[in-house]
């Protein structure tokens, strides 16, 4: 990770909550469809992925800079930005919502629905651009853009191009696997970066507390269980733990089960990977 030594500013947000200690819940209400699988009884923790993302976003909002992610899939990229935002960035931050490979008009029509612009988008580019900056300069927001290594040449020239002309902006560009080496070629991020980040799986020795903290399903399950699935099937990716937790949930459900058990877990494992 790569944040500055340089104090933060003073205009850091109001009310910022204080970072928690490692696998606790979060203090604030996290919406249930922040899970992946929008997971019914998930609780939303503060994992050491998470803490670091905490850190930097505080960071780079305060500073008005970029935010690059990367990291494998299910290692708590696109949860942080949903979890975080909405207490460090309460009613000010977008989603983009961006097609495959998008382009610098995909990046604008996504702006204007985002920043609320009255009327359709403008056809001439200027012109939305004009009225993009206007509106960045005003509010002030936290833009999120999921699948960031998909962008083109252009669409950063793009993004450089917002930065410049709204004398800074704080755009949280999330990447997947080998993603930071699409991002290490932008020269024009390396000006405008305020944090990096590469977020990595839960470690072994973390696997128990975590997954008894992320569901009370977890909880009765004995840890030499929880290691040997993670092992098998986890990997310290709370991705397909929360898949393997639905799975569970159907289970306990179709045989009236209450607890679930080391051997039903087993089972559940051998069906998941028998395709693999």
């Excluded at 459900?253 to 990977?273: F, G, N």
């Amino acid at each position: 990770m790569l944040i500055p030594t340089q104090a933060a500013s003073p205009h850091a947000p109001a009310g910022a909550p204080t970072s928690p200690a490692l696998f606790s819940l979060l203090p604030h209400y996290v919406d249930p469809d922040a899970h992946f699988l929008s997971l019914d009884g998930a609780n939303a923790l503060h994992t050491p992925g998470l803490r670091e993302a905490w850190q930097a976003l505080e960071h780079c909002i305060s500073q008005q800079t970029i935010l690059c992610i990367c990291g494998p899939s299910g290692t708590g990229k696109t949860f942080a930005s949903r979890a975080l935002l909405p207490a460090l960035a309460p009613d000010n931050h977008h989603h983009l919502l961006l097609r495959a490979h998008p382009d610098p008009a995909d990046l604008r029509f996504a702006l204007h629905h985002a920043l609320d612009l009255d009327h359709a988008p403008p056809k001439d580019p200027g012109v939305a651009d004009a009225l993009i900056g206007d509106a960045l300069r005003d509010q002030r927001p936290v833009l999120v853009v999921d699948e960031a290594q998909q962008l083109s040449d252009a669409c950063f020239e793009y993004v450089r191009h917002l930065f410049d002309t709204t004398g800074g902006l704080t755009v949280m560009l999330i990447a997947g696997d080998h993603g930071e080496r699409v991002l290490a070629k932008q020269r024009m991020l390396n000006s405008r970066t305020g944090a990096r980040l590469a977020l990595a799986p839960l470690h072994r020795r973390d696997i128990t507390l975590a997954l008894r903290n992320l569901h009370p399903l977890w909880q009765p399950v004995p840890s030499a269980a929880l290691h040997a699935a993670d092992a098998r099937y986890g990997q310290g990716s709370l991705r397909r733990w929360a898949c393997l937790t639905r799975h569970a949930q159907r289970a306990l459900a179709r045989t009236d089960r209450t607890e679930l058990t080391p051997a039903l877990l087993i089972t559940l494992i051998d069906r998941l990977t028998s395709h693999r």
